[in-house]
């Protein structure tokens, strides 16, 4: 799905995905990053959903964001809270959602000035038979 550009050129924008990447300004992204409003897009090391830890967000809170909105790649699947206590500690909220979603509330809430991080899970591998 395409989405409309807007006129925040600074602001890096989910303009399209589908179930194998994104595309932030334009530009094509097929593994899973991190992506914050005013900075360009980072690779983010979380190969899959099962493969994520208390790690993979202890780095996102570096950034000190308000929400983090997490796609959670073709279906709606929820972290163990565990994973994000750290971020809950200092009052830093998480959303799981589908990545489709994802990226559609990203836009939004960025385009609302929020100081918001959509970290996406790209999984090459989901939706393909084993």
């Not at 602001?11 to 179930?19: A, H, N, S, W």
């Not at 830093?92 to 979603?101: L, N, P, T, Y």
């Not at 990226?103 to 999984?123: F, Q």
Request: aromatic residues 6%; charged residues 25%.
């Amino acid at each position: 799905m395409k989405l409309h550009q807007s006129d925040t050129q600074k602001y890096q924008t989910v303009t399209g995905y589908d179930d194998s990447g994104v595309e932030i300004n334009a530009e094509r992204y097929n593994y899973s990053l991190i992506v914050l409003p005013e900075t360009p897009p980072r690779a983010w090391n979380a190969p899959s959903f099962a493969s994520l830890t208390k790690e993979h967000f202890d780095l996102i809170g570096e950034d000190h964001p308000d929400v983090v909105i997490l796609g959670t790649g073709e279906r709606q699947r929820f972290i163990h809270p565990k994973l994000t206590a750290a971020l809950t500690m200092r009052r830093i909220g998480v959303e799981c959602m589908d990545s489709q979603a994802a990226c559609r509330t990203y836009n939004i809430l960025m385009g609302e000035g929020r100081k918001v991080t959509l970290a996406l899970v790209i999984d090459a591998n989901e939706g393909k038979s084993a």
